[in-house]
């Protein structure tokens, strides 16, 4: 069962799972599917067109939203319908803090972690466990790598490594607290030559985040920091 | 007829043209005129006092707003009623995106798009056709160009030039994407001489543009980039 | 009396003092205790719980914030509750313009203006009179100094000494502005002193200041700008 306050709008073509906590003031359009034990609200908007300067009136009636489970979506959060690819995406375990900008055809990965006022540009990935710190801004098309972080206020104009710490007119260097939080201790070296030194790792479980990773970098055409 | 949404909240002294769409949870106070074919909302709040730390209490039930015809108006943001002047005004085939805030006394031209998480300091004018790219803030009084940008997460401190490129710790540059994009590739190089060389136009449309600007520029008493 | 409107959502544990005015859409969950002649909205959310990483779904139950007299807290600004400290505390007097972030244990003293898209982390302290520009972000921990100013834009990673200006990538220097404005204009050169040679003041007003800053900065265990 969702326990969906009474001041919410549950538009049509919105799917929720079980379990579901819905806030005051919230309003989600469809085609929406949502998965279970989410929280969301209050004041959150879901479902409105993607911000497109090149069609800002596109029918997105069809363009659909998908949200996974245990995701937690704070106050003044909006996340928009794809304009381009066939969806937004959100994945599992993930907290949206006040006040982010979730746009079209953004890709946000499994424990996510993004704080309030930062704003993604279209067709943003955020990969797994990636943490992006207050009113940080992501450039279009860019991918932030799994378990890095990026800086408070950062203006993000390239991709970001995996492990990676992205911080304004430093060096890359590499993200220990997540390293240590998500438990990757014993590849520590392996992942420090990899940020560092652009030695590619030996572990298969290191391995596989660096292909995922360099597969959505290739394909981004973005630079790298 | 205009389409309004049941919790939309329309106060007195508001004044709707034709054919606007009003989207939940919106709340807008009067005196505020508003043109046709407007998008609105939701959670959208027009009509609250400016924010004037001197007087922070003024009272506002006078002071206007005036809002023109095709104007996107996003989730979260927010239109402030004038302290000092006469109006806080927008023009026409504005796009503001989510969580935008337009403040006292604000002049928005035709075909500006302010992107999510910027704000502007009150008297801000942003003129024809300006883009301002994710989170960025300008300070009080200034003249952003037209057909200008400024970058993501940039703090404006001084005015921009019209058809210039705003980008912290770099020389201004010419908005090409703008010149394209607006049609005036004809006058190419009296713009990339007018923006790096200070060299005064020939062309009537740009002349034109250039002495509106230096108008505003002169009345703001703010320094140029 | 209180004047709330129809549609704002005023939980148990919620207790107002007299005279506030709550405008629509507004969210207030409890245990939350707010004092006299407050503003507050429209579609302002206060009392969700503390955006706390290592526990986001904490039992916040009985984690409480106190609101004082007569602050003005405007559209799409969210107060939160605490995760480690006893309370989330707001002073007398204070500005929170729109879309301000107050997160899980934060101090905000009297006279505090905090302007459009700041976002704070936990467990900060502002200060009597601080001033944060536009779309600034302060990092967890932090203490802005009383009657100091942090720039537009700005990323604070240290603590801010009263009466200082914070500008990126320049040397800290006096508030002019706010020494004015809050009449310490007898204490000039002792200010002055203070903030750029770092030579204790010797009047009793300057020392309690500076002693009460030095106490939170002692605690916080932040470095100092």
Request: one cysteine or more; charged letters at 15%.
């Amino acid at each position: 069962m969702n326990n969906i306050h009474p001041t919410a709008i549950i538009g049509p073509k919105v799917l929720l799972g079980d379990n579901n906590t819905i806030y005051p003031n919230t309003v989600i359009y469809g085609p929406t599917r949502i998965g279970d034990d989410n929280v969301i609200g209050p004041n959150v908007v879901i479902g409105t067109p993607g911000q497109d300067t090149r069609n800002p009136r596109y029918d997105s009636s069809e363009c659909q939203i998908v949200i996974g489970n245990r995701n937690i979506i704070r106050e003044f959060t909006a996340i928009q319908k794809p304009c381009y690819e066939s969806l937004t995406i959100l994945g599992n375990d993930i907290f949206l803090m006040q006040s982010v900008h979730i746009p079209h055809d953004a890709q946000i990965s499994d424990k996510v972690v993004i704080t309030p006022m930062c704003a993604l540009a279209g067709i943003t990935k955020i990969l797994e466990g990636a943490n992006l710190a207050l009113g940080c801004t992501i450039t279009q098309h860019s991918v932030i790598g799994h378990y890095s972080i990026v800086a408070m206020g950062a203006a993000v104009m390239k991709n970001v490594k995996p492990f990676s710490r992205f911080i304004p007119n430093r060096k890359i260097s590499v993200n220990e607290y997540a390293i240590k939080k998500f438990g990757f201790q014993e590849y520590f070296d392996e992942i420090y030559n990899y940020v560092m030194n652009d030695i590619s790792p030996k572990s298969n479980i290191i391995v596989d985040i660096i292909n995922e990773f360099n597969e959505k970098h290739a394909k981004s055409g973005m630079p790298l920091y």
